[in-house]
């Protein structure tokens, strides 16, 4: 966060691709009550220190996510993530088995009202569908919505699991 414009960010992403692909995909996504603006940077790298900022107040500006739970991009070895564009559906998977529709519609229902809620059925090595009931689709009345609450609750610890959220295609 810049500490004189605090409605702005550097982000360093590992290549320009990443970075390229942010750009692209979230500029004008809706997110409390302002749309996104995203430009490169005049500057190569993110300086994450400053010797007139100390304490909390620098805690609060810096901020290193490489090894972070939150961290969606892995080692260029690994299959890239796709890139979805902002929708009003949530993708939401690593789910407790035993959390029912009205556990997940509350952890959701801060955000604004659950329009849509289905839980996914995977298949087995065989093809049959199963009831692990570990991945769902929800859906928020707008884009920001779902935004904030992608912002909010991806990797939020449900019952034990990091639950993950995205956007979703379907």
């Given at each position: 966060?810049?500490?004189?414009?605090?409605?702005?960010?550097?982000?360093?992403?590992?290549?320009?691709?990443?970075?390229?692909?942010?750009?692209?995909?979230?500029?004008?996504?809706?997110?409390?009550?302002?749309?996104?603006?995203?430009?490169?940077?005049k500057h190569l790298t993110v300086q994450?220190?400053?010797?007139?900022?100390?304490?909390?107040?620098?805690?609060?500006?810096?901020?290193?996510?490489?090894?972070?739970?939150?961290?969606?991009?892995?080692?260029?070895?690994?299959?890239?993530?796709?890139?979805?564009?902002?929708?009003?559906?949530?993708?939401?998977?690593?789910?407790?088995?035993?959390?029912?529709?009205?556990?997940?519609?509350?952890?959701?229902?801060?955000?604004?009202?659950?329009?849509?809620?289905?839980?996914?059925?995977?298949?087995?090595?065989?093809?049959?569908?199963?009831?692990?009931?570990?991945m769902a689709l929800v859906e928020l009345?707008?884009?920001?919505?779902?935004?904030?609450?992608?912002?909010?609750?991806?990797?939020?610890?449900?019952?034990?699991?990091?639950?993950?959220?995205?956007?979703?295609?379907?």
């Amino acid at each position: 966060i810049l500490f004189n414009k605090r409605d702005s960010a550097l982000i360093q992403f590992e290549t320009p691709e990443y970075a390229e692909n942010a750009r692209m995909t979230l500029t004008g996504c809706p997110l409390w009550d302002r749309s996104l603006l995203i430009s490169t940077s005049k500057h190569l790298t993110v300086q994450a220190s400053r010797s007139d900022v100390e304490g909390d107040e620098a805690s609060k500006l810096f901020g290193e996510y490489t090894s972070s739970p939150l961290h969606r991009y892995r080692p260029p070895n690994n299959r890239p993530v796709p890139s979805i564009e902002p929708s009003s559906l949530l993708h939401v998977s690593n789910i407790p088995a035993h959390v029912t529709e009205e556990d997940l519609r509350a952890v959701f229902e801060d955000h604004g009202q659950v329009s849509r809620l289905k839980f996914i059925s995977t298949r087995d090595q065989q093809g049959a569908s199963t009831s692990d009931r570990k991945m769902a689709l929800v859906e928020l009345p707008t884009v920001q919505d779902a935004a904030e609450a992608l912002c909010a609750q991806h990797a939020r610890v449900v019952d034990g699991l990091r639950i993950r959220v995205s956007f979703s295609t379907s």
